[in-house]
């Protein structure tokens, strides 16, 4: 059989792979810092003169930041296309690394070989787990079994400046059926996951102003009506004692977990107690009748994320602020919009102040939950490629931060995303000391060839 061939061809080249990827995890591609600008175009060199040693037709695209890298090969049904970025996170503080972070090596760890070096997990390990896919599949056959549209970016660690300009500028090119990225990790140690729910953010800064100045509270105490006294009665009633969110009209839109999906939850044995424990909590405290995964998974939440006002110095004054401000972000999921919970909200702070009280406001970013579409065919196909592969089924998994680029691939090319991804927690990604273990490696790669043959 095919794929079996690809799969024994993907083991015994597997040394010849980690070679490869040590090679590109040399290049210190640091997106953020201009001076690894070179470094930078060099990386995505690499990847042009890679993908066309695969025999695509690749090339380095400029933007007014680094470039992206585009490469086209094979033909027929599905087209898909591949995302992954080149570019990783700066190193400092350098003196907490074992070695130097692109001197990468294999190590014996803990728990197995792994791959040490910056960006070895995030992203230029993960995305090579696919080209290394592809070049089995050739070698062993010839030819792809489908058209594939490789994307790289070299922005991705700074903001992705570039993005979604030329998205929209090549969105001929970019179009498919289906977009893969790999940039997301395992559940645990062994369980592959395809993240289907993204969460989106809200963010809103208020500032509350009462008197003209700030007074003195021997003069003034009584009468005077204080802001940070108006501002924390807000904020408290922004939760009801259940842990729901109070701003009328705020789960609008926020769906009801599927039975299924509630069972695939449950069968992740997620340690709940474990997870708060480890940051020396132990109570739930989002929505009452909610895990703790559904509350970062599938759940909004409102958090305060600072408060500001008064005197806040060393020792003591006796002042009565003029002024009190908070920033308040929400995580948003399902079709939640958030330019109407924004509305809402500030009618809603705003029905609240006192006479003499007046409220000012500088909006921050607003962006929707993402949510895949699993009722597309490849989603259960990849499913079950991916719980082929490895010890435990696969799952369908939340991810309670936002990943830009999967809405992108939405808004912009009306392609639907899969995120598939073979990192671990404990990666230490964008820290001292990164690593991607051998294991990731080989059975990510074994999980591309899979999926490519469970799509075809
Ligand atoms: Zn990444």
Known sequence: MTLDAVLSRIDADLPAATDRLLDLLRIPSIST??????????????????????GATAEKRPTPGHPMVVGHIGEGAPHLLFYGHYDVQP??????????????EIQEGPKGKVIRGRGSSDDKGQLMTFVEACRAWIAENGALPCRITFFFEGEEESGSPSLIPFMKENADELKT???LICDTGLFGDSTPAIVTMLRGLLGEELTITAASKDLHSGMY?????????VLSRIITG????????????????????????RAQWQGLNFDHAGFLGEVGLSVPAGEQDRTPLEMIWSRPTCEVNGIKGGY?????KTVLP??????????????????????????????????????AWHGHGASPAGQMQIDHPAFEAARQALSDEWPNPAAYVGCGGSIPIAGYFKTILDTD????????????????????????????????????????
């Not at 810092?33 to 695969?54: G, I, M």
């Not at 190193?91 to 990468?104: A, G, I, K, Y």
């Not at 842990?243 to 839109?253: A, K, L």
């Not at 702070?349 to 409220?359: I, M, R, W």
């Open 33 to 54: 810092d201009p001076a690894y600008k070179a470094d930078c175009d060099r990386a995505a060199d690499w990847l042009v003169a890679d993908l066309q040693s695969l």
């Open 91 to 104: 190193v400092d503080p350098l003196e907490l690394w074992d070695r130097d972070p692109f001197d990468p």
């Open 322 to 359: 003029s002024k009190a401000s908070a920033k308040i972000s929400f995580r948003l999921v399902g079709q939640q919009d958030p330019h109407e919970i924004r509305k809402n909200f500030r009618a809603y702070v705003e029905s609240q102040l006192p006479a003499d009280c007046k409220v």
């Open 238 to 261: 922004l939760h009801d004692e259940t842990g729901r969110i109070t701003v009328p009209g705020f789960y609008d839109g926020v769906p009801e977990l599927s039975d299924e999906m």
């Open 221 to 229: 105490g009584g009468p005077a009506m204080n802001p940070i006294r």
């Open 417 to 456: 995303a899969m995120l598939i991804g073979f990192g671990k927690d404990d990666d230490q990604i964008h820290s001292p000391n990164e690593k991607y273990d051998l294991s990731s490696f080989h059975r990510g790669i074994r999980s591309w060839a899979r999926i490519l043959d469970a799509l075809t």
């Open 177 to 179: 059926d289906i977009a």
């Open 312 to 316: 806040t110095g060393e020792g003591f």
